[in-house]
């Protein structure tokens, strides 16, 4: 099942999606002079009830909603469904209520990025 990757940089927090990652050893993308790291779903200490997404299922289409605060400086930058199916994202702004639709694929995983906490994963 495909996976959503995306690396940080450290340093400067510039932030990559990656298509298809090197398999090389001690290889990676740089920047600032140094590898970016691979943020990990799920991986950082906060309130998970307000990070995770939220999954209903309609008949052949899924709702998710992230029960986010949406300020101007904390924020769900986007949710995204992922499978060998499909790769899709909706991106939001401060204020905007993070609510997608995406087909219903059956093992899916859909990913929240908040724009301090990082990415967060269920299974559809």
């Known amino acids: 099942m495909k996976e959503l ?3 940080k940089c450290k340093k400067c927090g510039a932030t990559v999606e990656i298509l298809k990652d090197c398999t090389c050893n ?19 200490d906060a309130s998970i ?7 209903e299922v309609f008949e052949d289409y899924i709702v998710v909603k992230v029960p986010h605060v949406m300020e101007e400086n904390h924020y769900i930058e986007f949710i995204a469904i992922e499978s ?5 994202k909706k991106y939001f702004k401060p204020f905007e209520e993070a ?6 694929i059956k093992g899916a995983t859909v990913y929240s990025k908040c724009n301090i906490h990082g990415i967060w994963s269920t299974k559809v």
């Open 5 to 7: 990757v995306i690396k």
């Open 26 to 44: 001690d290889c990676g993308i740089l920047c600032c002079g140094e590898k970016m790291e691979t943020m990990l779903p799920n991986s950082v």
């Open 84 to 88: 060998d199916k499909i790769s899709a």
């Open 49 to 55: 009830e307000k990070h995770l997404p939220q999954v």
């Open 99 to 104: 609510k997608a639709v995406f087909p219903y």
